[in-house]
Structures are given as C-alpha cells and as structure tokens.
C-alpha cells in the first residue's frame, strides 16, 4: 500500500512542463533505438508492426540542433545497437538479402562498413552487446540464438541455440550487461521470461517473474532494473544477478514505454490521450511525471550526456524526438575507435581462379544450387567474396545461364525465378567484395513484382541498388540511373529508400528524403563529376 500511494502523491494530473521537440523526421512513422555516439544522438527511423522494408539512420547534434541523414540499412527495421570498441554497430533487425544469415553495420562515425553472421541460420539479428571484451549477436530465425565473436565481428562462432519444438518459434530480443553477464529478454512458447548468459550457458535469471512482458531491462549501479506488465499495469522489480525483488506496486493502468538508466535515476515514457508522459524515479520506488510529452505517441527513452531523450510517433505520420533545448551539447569521449578495414573478413585465395570460377558456373546451372534459399550458391559466393576475386569474377556472371525454374521463398510467401537468385546472391558478393561494376540498367530494371505478406522480394534493381552504394560505384552513368530512378510511378513507396542510401554513400551528400535537392544538386554536379 505504502508503495501504491508512493505513485498518487508523485504522479499530478498533468506535468508542469513541456519536453521541447527537437526534431520530426520521416518519410516512416516511428523513431527508435536511441544511442548516443561520437557527441551525436543516433536513431533510427521506420515502420513498426509490420513488415517493411525501411530502416534510416539519423543523427542529431545536441550542440546545435542540427539534424542529418546518415545511413540507409538494408533491412526490415533496425535491431538494438550498441558502442563496442570505439565503434557503432546497428544490427539488421531482418536482413533483405534473406540468405539465412544475421547482418550488421559498422561505422566510427563517418566511415560505414557492413558485417554477416553466419554461424547461425538466422533471418533475425535482434540486438548487439558486449561481454567481457566479446561482441554477441543475438539472432533468430525459428529458433533463438546467440553468436560470439572474438574480434569485433569479423568472424563468429555459435554460442547458444534455444531448445524449441518443430513449427514454434522463440526469440531473444533484448541484451544488457549484468556484472560478467548478459541478461537476454526471451520469448519462447513458454511464454516470456529474463535468462542470464554467462559466455558459456544460458539460465533463467534467479526469481524474476515469467510469463510477463519487461521494459527495458537496463543497469544502474550493479542491478538490473525493468518494468514488468501485470494485468492492473506495471510494477518496478530488480535483479542483483543473484536473487530479484519487487520494488513497486504496480500503478493502475499505467503501461510504461522503454526504461533508461543513469546515475541520478531511472526514466520512462507513458502513452497518454493528450500526447505522453516522461517520468522520473530516483529509485525505482517513487515516481513523478516531470514533463509532458506532446505532439505525438512516446515509443522509448534514452539518456545521453546526463538529459532525457524521448523517441516516437508523431501525430502528423512522421517520427519525432523530443529532448533538451539546444545548446545541451554532449563532449565525445577521447578513445580511438578500431579499426574498419577488417570487415566483412577475408578468406584463403584458391590457388586457381579458373577453376574457382568454373566451380561457380557448374553451381549457377545445377537446379540443386536453388534448394533451401539458395544455401549452396549462398556459401559458395560467401567463400569467393571473401578471398578478394579477380576484377569482374562476379559481374560477368550476372548474365550466365541459369535453369528455367523458380523457386519457393520465405516459407512460400513468395517465390522467384533462378535467375533472380542467382543475380541477388551475385550482387550480395559484390557487395562483400567490394569490387566490380553493377550495370546501370539492373538499377533501371523495371519493377514488376506483386505484393506478398513478408514484403520480401528478390527482384533485381533493390539488390543492385544497395550493391553499387556498397563497393562506391559512384559514376556519372550510376548517378544518372539513381536519380532518374527517384520518385518513379509504380515502384513501392520504400524503394526510394534504397535510393536515397546509395546516393548518400556514393556522394556523401545529405539530402535525405528530397528527391527535388537531389536533382537539383545533380544537375549543378553532373559537368564535373566526379570532383
């Protein structure tokens, strides 16, 4: 009771204050996963609760107010990220190449390099961590899993795999750092619960309740706190590792967004019928609503520098930030991020590149190649890329004869030709390679593929898109054919995403969602391209 009215005394009507709002961004309707790096706040912007194919990346400079596209992720939706070695990883929430592998993305704040994870299948790679001087992955594709890697991502090693019955499903979506271990929100069809992994084994964590969704969870001061849903609203427990314990009474209907944690307290964000609600606990205990949140619908909340930051749903369809007034800015710690130059990882040249790429074509023209996503194909193209081929060895098999068949897709949601295939998982390797040239006209190719539930497609202009931005095929005829391609009637509206990210890497340029600046600026560069 005592904990109860703890929550009526703090908790006013309405908050004295309004949280600012710094920034609304679109084209997509949410802004999440907030992280603050480099003395930027990161995030991402897409589309929740559905299958989607957006994913942004954003930054926001709290010493100025200054708002820039970053990166685009190709990926439905971006994973939990983390900072890990001087570096910023952004997990593929749900990779669109669709190979059965985990994918990231890795930058030191101007540089971006991209990562897979194939120790695993895994069409999910749900959130990022550190342990101990390890990165872990934790993925999924039926089953829930965690990778390890020794080396900031360059190579992994599967270290988990959750016990889960035929055509179930169970997943580990959230990661946070406990003492030596890592506490993992896990769903499985046994239903919800917190599991403990200590670099070798996975347990439950010691009497936390099951059954029940969890904010966060986050650490402050060597526990683990979350907010745990109960059917009269949520209660504050925490966790020491050892034993867990109730710290509030939930609060009657109070349905709590996302958890941080700093050295003053904990902070939540509250979805209420006139815009939201930010909150503040010194302890978990007691709770006031310190700011108002309006203009849109609270989906997290994060510290950076000390200050609350809250991301969104904005009310006009875009997403929106709220924060501190600029100047707030944030001083970037003085460590030298790791180097990228080893990613994706490099493999053993074959001694014969003749007949590497004979094994190649044999591969593209036995209908077996095809079978369970193309897994043959896949490791094959995987190994070359990676041993650094010749000029061209990818490219000039773009065009090679491949069986007059098609092929069954993402548990028959969708289906694609051999061809298709065989040029998605072509252009995957250059990508990884990091060499030859995408033809400008697969970037023109027309789209003619019709919806499907998964918004998975294997048509060939979004993977030639998303190639040429990764190996830097920045050309005038390349140019030429992103542009063009801008705003084009009877593409699906995300394509102009792929589009926007390639043009973003090529140039460097940061136009964002205009495609009117990006013409424009075109048509002012294009004489004396390239600079």
């Not at 039926?142 to 270290?159: C, F, I, Y």
């Not at 369809?317 to 790791?338: D, F, M, N, Q, S």
């Not at 539930?453 to 030639?464: C, D, H, I, N, Q």
């Not at 102009?496 to 013409?519: K, S």
């Amino acid at each position: 009771m005592a904990a109860a009215l703890l929550w009526t005394a703090a908790a006013p009507a309405h908050a004295q204050e309004a949280l600012p709002i710094l920034a609304r961004l679109g084209p997509w309707p949410v802004v999440s996963n907030l992280i603050g790096y480099g003395g930027r706040l990161w995030l991402t912007n897409s589309v929740k609760g559905v299958n989607h194919n957006s994913a942004e990346i954003y930054s926001y400079d709290p010493g100025d107010g200054a708002l820039r596209y970053e990166r685009h992720l190709f990926s439905q939706d971006a994973g939990l990220p983390v900072v890990f070695g001087g570096l910023l990883y952004w997990p593929y929430e749900d990779s669109r190449f669709s190979l059965g592998w985990g994918r990231f993305a890795v930058t030191d704040g101007a540089r971006w390099r991209s990562g897979v994870i194939p120790s695993a299948r895994a069409f999910h790679t749900h959130a990022l961590a550190g342990l101990d001087g390890r990165l872990v992955a934790a993925t999924s594709a039926w089953r829930a899993g965690l990778q390890v890697s020794e080396d900031g991502g360059v190579t992994w090693r599967p270290a988990y795999d959750h016990p889960t019955p035929d055509r179930r499903v169970s997943r580990i979506t959230t990661l946070a750092g406990l003492g030596g271990s890592l506490v993992g929100g896990l769903r499985d069809p046994a239903g919800r619960r917190l599991v403990c992994f200590d670099g070798q084994t996975v347990e439950d964590l010691p009497g936390w309740p099951k059954g029940q969704a969890v904010e966060g969870p986050v650490v402050r001061d060597g526990r683990l706190y979350g907010l745990v849903a109960t059917a009269g609203g949520a209660a504050v427990w925490r966790s020491d590792g050892v034993a867990s314990e109730r710290v509030s009474e939930a609060r009657r209907g109070w349905r709590p967004r996302g958890l941080a944690a700093g050295p003053g307290g904990l902070w939540t964000v509250s979805a209420e019928s006139t815009g939201g609600l930010l909150w503040y606990s010194p302890d978990g205990r007691r709770w006031k609503a310190r700011f108002r949140l309006e203009g849109g619908t609270p989906h997290a909340v994060a510290l950076y520098g000390g200050r609350p930051y809250v991301a969104g749903a904005g009310s006009d369809g875009r997403g929106i930030l709220w924060g501190p007034a600029p100047p707030a800015p944030v001083e970037a710690p003085a460590t030298k991020p790791e180097p990228l130059e080893g990613f994706p990882g490099r493999a053993p040249a074959p001694g014969d590149w003749v007949a590497m790429g004979a094994e190649l074509d044999g591969a593209l023209v036995d209908p077996a190649s095809y079978g369970g996503h193309g897994r043959v194909l896949r490791d094959l193209v995987y190994r070359t890329a990676l041993a650094g081929p010749p000029p061209g060895f990818f490219a000039e098999r773009l065009s090679a004869s491949v069986p007059d068949m098609t092929v069954s897709l993402i548990g028959g949601a969708t289906v694609a030709t051999a061809k298709q295939l065989a040029r998605w998982t072509l252009l995957w390797g250059m990508a990884l390679a990091g060499e030859g040239r995408v033809p400008a006209e697969l970037i023109a190719e027309p789209w003619t593929a019709p919806a499907n539930r998964s918004e998975k497609y294997f048509e060939t202009a979004p993977a030639a898109i998303w190639a040429a931005g990764e190996i830097g095929q920045d050309d005038r005829e390349t140019l030429d054919a992103l542009i063009d391609r801008l705003e084009r009637p009877g593409d699906p509206p995300w394509l102009l995403g792929d589009l926007v990210g390639a043009l973003t890497a090529l140039t460097g340029e940061r136009f964002g969602f205009d495609p009117a600046a990006w013409r424009a600026w075109w048509e002012a560069a294009r004489k004396t391209w390239p600079r």
